[in-house]
């Protein structure tokens, strides 16, 4: 019955620029979407619908030997149920329940720099380890993503230019591997941030 049910996922459901649409990727598409409009409403329910859609693309990427991203989704599900509890129960150093904030440069400097070393060991892992045929442009949204999660749980301003950076580097990961309704959904993540962005500045 799994094995049916699989085959249905990846049956295509349309074609786009030569490539087979999947209906896997057609709900993760619907599901992600609809979780950065809660994102940008600050609205709890994006954290449910993000732990869904990561599991999807967990196994779609998958299935498309992107196996930094498909470890990646495995990680956003988790980071979903503990941006939920952050969302609801976080507090901040001093006490507070979280709002949405600012980390400002001084913040940044760690995380970044965390980040940009772990892009190439993640990229030399993947090449030495497993078959992935794109594994530098794999590691990079893979790792920055993390920092994006991070800021996005704890309701800091900055993952919205975070996510701007992840997105377009994602578009051309994509791309790359054809699939073209992922290419569109993270290519509308753009200018979605960038209204997010605008938003949490006013709150």
């Not at 940008?40 to 930094?68: C, E, N």
């Not at 001084?106 to 090449?127: D, H, Q, S």
């Not at 996005?152 to 919205?160: I, T």
């Not at 377009?168 to 073209?180: A, I």
Request: charged fraction near 10%; proline fraction near 5%; charge should be positive.
């Amino acid at each position: 019955m799994l094995m049916t049910l699989w085959s249905a996922l990846l049956a295509p459901a349309f074609t786009a620029f030569g490539s087979p649409i999947t209906w896997l990727e057609l709900a993760a598409f619907v599901l992600s979407v609809w979780m950065v409009v809660c994102n940008m409403r600050v609205h709890p329910l994006a954290w449910p619908l993000a732990f869904i859609a990561s599991l999807l693309y967990f196994a779609l990427f998958l299935d498309g030997k992107l196996y930094g991203e498909a470890g990646l989704q495995l990680v956003f599900a988790a980071l979903a149920l503990w941006g939920a509890w952050q969302w609801r129960f976080g507090r901040t150093s001093s006490g507070e329940l979280l709002t949405v904030r600012r980390l400002g440069l001084r913040g940044l400097i760690a995380p970044t720099a965390f980040t940009l070393g772990a892009w190439p060991l993640l990229g030399l892992f993947l090449a030495r380890f497993t078959d992935s045929p794109l594994p530098y442009w794999d590691a990079f949204p893979t790792v920055a993503s993390l920092l994006g999660q991070w800021l996005l749980a704890r309701k800091y301003e900055e993952n919205w230019p975070t996510w701007i950076v992840v997105n377009t580097v994602s578009v051309v990961l994509f791309g790359l591997k054809g699939y073209w309704l992922t290419v569109v959904l993270y290519a509308a993540f753009i200018p979605m941030s960038v209204l997010g962005w605008r938003a949490w500045r006013r709150a």
